[in-house]
């Protein structure tokens, strides 16, 4: 295998898409040519020490954006800077904070990460140019982690406090009186990896920021705010709700860049009577296999939990370690604990690991540095997303391959068939909705209990004394007689819900193997039903457990060490009620309004490894879960309904709903997760055949209702979809094989569709 | 750059004082608990001036203590958040045989920064205050609240000393009352009866109560559960002079090693050492006994009563068992580090030995594994004492052989 190594990554990159096998499959391919560096003077003004630091570094000059993001800066502009990962970001905000620090030991910035691994990256990163430049800089993360004599400490004297939305909106704001130094002399507060704000999370952390600039405000400071963001279709715009001020763009990256191929593979057609497509795992798998045997460091992203295992394991199997050694192949994902994902870094970084399969863990800012090939199986739901996927890839000089390969998904599909789509189309926006109801009024019992808000303040909407009066006559505010509202109840409000969408409590994964019981992983609890369910295989670094027990009131799952030839894959059952009608059309063919979404794990399949073929099933008995979220629903015309007998209907409904699950994020720009589709044949609510499309967020973040404005444009897309799908009863492309939608079921469904037109 | 005390004066002195209808709560209030309004005037607190006397021993053993301002407060909440605001603070001080005090209540949440003016003025006038958790509670928010209100002078005014009783109440209370909250010390210990009271966990509800009903009612018993508060501060403290004045010879409720550091603490080294030699005859728990000993060592190493140590853990071999094996070691600890006797050291070590065989022949010494343990320490130490009396007397005979 290693005979034949090719000398180079670029050789190795060249041969595999020469590849007879491989070849075929490639349905576009595109290079990004090298660019070199642009580079701007060193601004005038800033401190010797940090220039001569970074000469001591190799760095010459400044990129332009790095640059321009300074200049823009120190005139007192927020700005959010957009530039590829790698292209040297970081030194954005660094530069100023750092300078402002230098010459004056009060000024005070704060750094906000979505998570506490970036936060660790970054603090180092700040250190070591800190101490290079012989600066005395007082710095440290505040999270979780940080231990209770290190807290107060920082509280005093951090001069750059490094934490995440959650800490911010938990701990810091509530208790800002122990704070005040810091918020006295903010002068930065930076927000990376912007784009991972929108939906619910990105809503609730702009309401966290409001209540961030309340507090700046009555300690008389004014910060700027330096966001940093992936490519996305809005940077500005996000940035700009996120913070309510404004903002300056800065897109021009002058950082250089290697060649770069960036590929679309779509795997063989394996049945071109049902259109069906082999697997996107296993072309994936032969990818990475041939790649890594070459010698090119490779980065595997799989959609879920369970396809990083298993691709893990099929690595593993085939490219095994010398005997004695460690495998260099690694899984990634959340739910490893922190010591192993740091390992698996570091291994990145200097070159032991030779591959990582992974989730979406990966794709923000941790430095593993650049990797030489990067495959995404199967479409990761948004084209930001893709680039930033594509994006692990890359060295400074040199080749590198990114490659997406299509899963059957429609999207997918569409992009193999239609890559100018992907190439040339912009990106996605990144939507929030901070004025969402039930965040705002969460966010204003927190900020009430931060300082009592004036009759005549202004907090997201203009109706805010309304919302005051509300929430006085819940009994949590007291308006006194000098028209402010005070905080007036026992509760810590900023307790009492979480700014994730996920739930907070996670399951604990207990190995029971060896004489000790020991803590391997969590899953969080609306994963839980579908990973941990009693007889499930649980799958962890490639190893296989199987699930004795699942306490659900104590939230721990005991597991033993197996190795069977099957993994499990759980069916979740959904049902849904309306609560609420908010708005409809008026025959109320279409509406929206508020419901009550339930699901419930009820039985799982084992399924062989290799065959996937099914070899048993059994149930699973874990209590229902809910949430309220906002839906939009299109009812169909008994006109049309009529033409057809019960079970061309079913299926006709299962083929419209895989469609609406797959065209509208497209028309949303939101990711397929984010949304769910259910459709009734009787709905209880219609009475009549319903299609379904809610949040997948309680509460909602908009997107139902942005629906309801383009229903039109919905059915349009899902009728073209159908209409130019060349198959003749149904793939999994358009509504979906005719093993599930009936043998009239693609025919049934455009008539339903050009019914709803 | 101004300072952020600066700032916030120029904002407070913008703002306008409470409106009239502020002030008739406020005088309503000062109507009912027949009070008076704080020196802030309009916009200040009510403050509700009681007294308590003293029975005669208390006032006696108070009478030498430095004079001390007892003080503690009833919040919104139970968190130190930036949303709980103190609505009731009492303030105590001895006056001969009467205990006086002053409550300042909170008319309205406008009325704060005149509150806090007012108790930081009281609290600045004496060197000492004295609370029950006030090191983790009171004081933190009363701090979180000047801050909040800009009021950085009143911070900088408070007392230097703060004497927080509730370290020396768990010290002293915690074991034989089973808990050491307030509570506990008054009915076990000071024998306090509370009768006109609420229980700590409705007043934050009592406030709200008023506030929504203006009608100050439901206010009177967290009134008096706050005099009582700031009473049984004083009253603690004149046991703790009683104590500390040889009480503990005949307290009843007392955990005796407590008592002894706090005489240790205060200087008391012989009566500390008195009480432990006394505790320690009395103990029946073995676990205690040994903490007692080891104590009594300390100090009478310390005192430079080598004897007297050795003597403490020599009753304590008497029987063949783990416990003894122990007292020996100690002895040999003793012997090799405070009187250089390695030799005699050795001899106890050896001691042991026996002792664990003894035990063990005698089924005395509880499991395997625990006498096994036993053993490695006492043959580790056996081997290493062995190898320095060699040492010494290689020494010793290279040194004859030089003469």
Known sequence: MLVNRPASVEDAIAALLADPAVEPLIAAHRVLEAQPPRHAPWPSTIDERIVSALRGRSVEALYTHQAASFAETQAGRNVVVVTPTASGKTLCYNLPVLDAVARDPTARALYLFPTKALAADQLAELRALADAAEIDLKTSTYDGDTPANVRSVVRAAGQVVITNPDMLHAAILPHHTNWFKLFENLRYVVIDELHTYRGLFGSHVANVIRRLRRICRHYGADPIFICASATIANPQDLAQRLIEAPVTLIDDNGAPRGRKHVVIVNPPVVNAQLGLRGSSLLTGQRLAQRLIADGVQTIVFARSRTSVEVLTTYLREALPAPPGHDSPIRGYRGGYLPNERRAIEQGLRDGHVRGVVATNALELGIDIGGLDAAISVGYPGTIASTWQQMGRSGRRNGASLSVMVASSAPIDQFLAAHPDYFFDHSPEHGLINPDNLHLLLDH???????LPVPAVERFGLDETATLLDVLSEDGFLRRADDDRYYWSHENFPASSFSLRSAAQENVVIIDTTGDRHRVIGEVDLFAAPMQVHEQAIYIHEGAQFHVDRLDWDERKAYVTRVDVDYYTDADLGVTLKVLDVFDQTDTGARARGEVMVAWHATLFKKIKFHTHENVGWGPINLPEQQMHTAACWLVLPDAVVARFDRDTLDGALIGLARLARNTAPLLLMCDVRDLGVLSQAQAPFTGKPTLYLYDAVPGGVGLAERLFGIADELVEACRAAVRDCPCADGCPSCVGPMLEVGERGKAACLELLTALA | MRSLSDRLATVRRGSAAPSRAVEDRAERLARWFDARLSAEGRGGAVVIERSLSLG??????????????????????????????????????????????????????????????????????????????????DLPLLVARLTMNGLFAEMAALPQQHDDLLPLARRLWRRPLGGARLAHVETGVLGVRRTSDCPGSEVPERYFSYLRSGSPDALAEVLDHNLQDIASLALIEAELVRLRAGGWRQAGILDRRGMAIDLLRSGAADEALELLEDAIVACTEPVEAVALRRLATRLLIKAGEVDRAEALWRSGTQRASLDAAAAWIEIARIRERHRSDLHGALEATRAAWRVLDLAFALGRGGGMLSIGKMRLQVSSRRRRLTRRVDAAERRAARRLRVA
Request: glycine fraction near 12%; hydrophobic fraction near 45%; charged fraction near 20%.
């Open chain 1, 444 to 450: 204003l019992k927190a900020s009430a209990f931060e």
């Open chain 2, 56 to 137: 005669a021993a208390d006032a006696d053993a108070l009478a030498g203590l430095p004079p001390a301002c007892y003080f503690d407060t009833e919040t919104t909440g139970l968190s130190t958040g930036a949303g709980t605001v103190i609505f009731l603070a009492g303030l105590g001080w001895v006056q001969g045989d009467v205990f006086v005090a002053r409550q300042y209540l909170l008319p309205d949440y406008p009325h704060e920064a005149g509150l806090l003016r007012g108790v930081c003025r009281e609290l600045g006038a004496l060197r000492r205050m004295v609370t029950y958790n006030g090191r983790s509670f």
